[in-house]
């Protein structure tokens, strides 16, 4: 028994000095390191679960709901891509001024993203609204009727819910900026339980398709969005923001807030314009093909789950390291995020693969759109394990440094070229179909890790500075 005890205690001891030797420095212990790491992961999974289990009851309603879901997400992703992109910005610039020391600019900070988040969105989702029904009908005229009125009555449900949305993403910026995470979990359960359990009940109970669908994500986000700012404002922020640091103009401020968001804007629409095309040119291959690329799309989603908790921790980590002048620190913490990213997208894969005809089962998909959802999630789980974290973490890791043109320019270039273009030759004028375009999302995904790791080998994402 005492020598098992001791045994115990050597392999304990072990394993924290590797950690301590891993993951540990003058700016952070590796405790606070999975401190920040554990919420969002939990936070990555509770989501990606969550949309899984929401899409399956859609899916449980008719096929036509998941497609007409399935088209509305990139035309949605665009006006979500504007405040999102401000929430990313935000994120660098509060974990710069966080590692510089400066918490009086930390709070004016936060009151400038939390303002322009939502202005944005305010704008862009009364847009989106008055035209939905006009984007549908130009975008997807090959659909059937049926699919364009249920896609209809679902981009005006998300557009109006982008509003509360991004009251929600802005507070969350700052806290993750800050390296409060928990706060972060505890919101992000907030937000997806609500919207799990009202989709239960608008969806499965009270049959309302497609409507329910839309009234379960306001209500989540109406919610989520006032519990966010009322942690925000409280004092256990450890900020002392007041409303009135939200609602008043700090011109030098905004106009930072702008210029970083700039780059991370153009990038995300961009890439969901591409990603609207590919919809466009999968419409063509028929209602099947759609269902199959929704389903493949929400599964692989819970596969790099945690790996994409490693790419937002990438940023306070490497940002704060930033700020603090320590730039052989901050390349030294980028390789460590990059292989924990890899490591995550194992240790996911090994933990959900078995599972996977569990999963595939709660969408109740038609019989002969199953045989597709294999191929492409056997076509896409090689590519993501060898490039995932290259070709996803690490361009977190040089936007910390405030690197954002070229992660920009490169994300837009290698998506247009082959997630785009060659997707078209392959999946249309080649006759593979589906699976085309997945073999190019894997190609992508090397393409962009080749360039990022000859750009951070290079160190001049150190010389970037803001």
């Not at 322009?116 to 847009?127: E, G, K, L």
């Not at 901050?330 to 999963?359: C, D, H, Q, R, T």
Request: glycine share 8%; hydrophobic share 55%; proline share 2%.
């Amino acid at each position: 028994m005492k020598s098992e005890w001791k045994t115990g205690l050597k392999a304990r001891t072990s394993a924290d000095n590797f950690l301590k030797k891993s993951l540990s420095s003058n700016y952070f212990t590796y405790q606070q390191i999975f401190e920040m790491l554990v919420p969002l992961i939990m936070d990555q999974f509770f989501v990606s679960i969550i949309g899984l289990l929401t899409t399956a009851m859609i899916s449980s309603s008719s096929q036509e709901s998941v497609s007409a879901v399935s088209l509305v997400s990139p035309i949605y992703a665009m006006t979500y891509a504007i405040f999102s992109s401000i929430s990313a910005a935000g994120t660098v610039i509060i974990a710069q001024y966080k590692g510089n020391g400066n918490m009086n600019m930390v709070k004016k900070a936060a009151g400038q993203i939390v303002m322009f988040t939502v202005v944005s969105a305010i704008f862009f989702s009364i847009v989106l609204s008055f035209f939905a029904g006009s984007l549908i009908d130009a975008m997807f005229a090959d659909a059937d009727i049926c699919v364009k009125n249920k896609a209809t009555e679902y981009l005006i449900g998300c557009a109006i819910s982008c509003i509360f949305l991004s009251l929600y993403m802005g507070c969350v910026a700052v806290f993750r900026g800050i390296g409060q995470t928990k706060i972060c979990l505890k919101l992000s359960m907030i937000i997806n339980l609500i919207h799990l359990f009202a989709s239960f009940i608008f969806i499965n109970i009270l049959r309302l398709d497609i409507i329910g669908t839309s009234l379960s994500l306001n209500l989540a986000r109406v919610i989520g969005g006032g519990v966010a700012l009322y942690c925000l404002l409280g004092e256990k922020s450890g900020l002392s923001i007041r409303l009135k640091d939200i609602m008043r103009i700090n011109g030098s401020i905004l106009t930072s807030v702008i210029q970083t968001s700039i780059p991370f804007a153009m990038e995300q629409l961009c890439f969901n314009g591409g990603a609207i095309l590919v919809s466009m040119f999968i419409v063509k291959l028929g209602t099947k093909s759609v269902a199959a690329n929704a389903v493949a799309n929400s599964t692989v989603a819970v596969f790099y789950a945690m790996g994409l908790a490693v790419s937002n921790l990438a940023v306070p980590v490497v940002g704060q390291c930033i700020g603090a002048g320590d730039r052989r620190m901050a390349k030294n913490y980028g390789k460590k995020m990059i292989w924990l990213g890899e490591f995550s997208i194992l240790l996911s894969l090994a933990v959900m693969v078995p599972f996977l005809k569990l999963i595939l089962g709660l969408y109740q998909a038609p019989a002969d759109t199953i045989g597709d959802i294999y191929k492409l999630l056997v076509i896409i789980t090689l590519p993501m394990v060898l490039f995932w974290s290259t070709s996803n973490v690490l361009p977190n890791v040089l936007r910390a440094a405030g690197d954002v043109k070229f992660t920009s320019y490169v994300s837009l270039g290698v998506m247009w070229i082959v997630r785009v273009g060659l997707s078209y030759l392959v999946s249309i004028k080649s006759g593979a179909g589906i699976v085309g375009v997945w073999i190019c999302l894997g190609m992508e995904w090397l393409i962009r890790s080749i360039i990022f790791l000859l750009r951070f080998h290079s160190e001049k994402w150190l010389k970037t500075l803001f």
